[in-house]
């Protein structure tokens, strides 16, 4: 509740400090993955379901801040590997995350749904995020991250825009899977410190602030 109720400040933030039609609020669903010490090389092992909601400010027709809201669940198991290590350790992860991250966006192409065109665009982008595992059972279940990622959208309408993105985290922490590297080791290495979720989905933003600024005589 407590992260639903920044989320929801920060979105009327925006409106107010900024003017109000280039604001879009959206939904995410997709899957959520995790690689680490037991899945150290699949992408997409074990996708679990994945939902988010987004608020976003275009700065121009390249460049957007975004927040993003998310909730996904990462799985591993060590007996879905046949090397010796995995066998012996018998370790396994069923974690649901709370994700919420700021992030900023450049898009490749200029965009910007007019009455004249509906764009394409394929996008970069990158933040800063914090993930709470509450499933965990441990003192230590809040991480800082650093999400990138890409993705591609389409502006259907003035208003409305869908896409599909990847995003990577990279974790400051190897023990989200309660694992530490190789195994045996009783302190986290920053050599080996790989543990990573990953978000993959579709995405749908409206402007519920857009005005019909272009070409008024041409709208119904």
């Known amino acids: 509740m407590r992260t639903a109720a920044i989320f929801f400040f920060l979105f009327i933030s925006l409106n107010k400090a900024f003017p109000q039609d280039e604001a879009e609020i959206g939904i995410f669903a997709g899957s959520s993955y995790y690689m680490g010490n037991i899945n150290t090389s699949n992408h997409f092992y074990k996708p679990s379901p994945a939902f988010g ?13 975004r ?8 799985r591993a ?4 590997f046949d090397n010796i290590l995995h066998q012996t350790r018998q370790a396994a992860i069923v974690n649901n995350f709370y994700d919420f991250s700021f992030k900023g966006e450049f898009s490749f192409q200029p965009f910007k749904a007019t009455i004249f065109r509906s764009p ?24 800082l991250n650093i999400p990138f990622g890409a993705g591609i959208k389409y502006g259907i309408s003035r208003k409305v825009t869908v896409g599909m993105e990847w995003i990577l985290k990279k974790y400051f922490s190897d023990d989200i899977d309660n694992v530490k590297s190789f195994g045996q080791f009783n302190s986290p290495s920053l050599v080996h410190n790989n543990d ?14 857009e005005r019909r600024g272009d070409c008024p005589p041409y709208w119904d």
Do not use: C
Request: avoid cysteine; charged fraction near 15%; proline fraction near 3%.
């Open 53 to 65: 909601a987004m608020v976003k400010y275009n700065i121009d027709e390249h460049y957007a801040v």
């Open 67 to 74: 927040v993003n809201l998310n909730y996904g669940q990462i």
């Open 77 to 80: 198991d060590d007996l879905d």
């Open 120 to 143: 394409f665009s394929t996008y970069i982008t990158a933040g800063l995020s914090y993930s709470f595992f509450p499933d965990r059972g441990v003192a230590s279940d809040n991480y």
């Open 196 to 209: 990573w979720v990953s978000l993959a989905g579709f995405f749908v933003t409206i402007k519920p602030f």
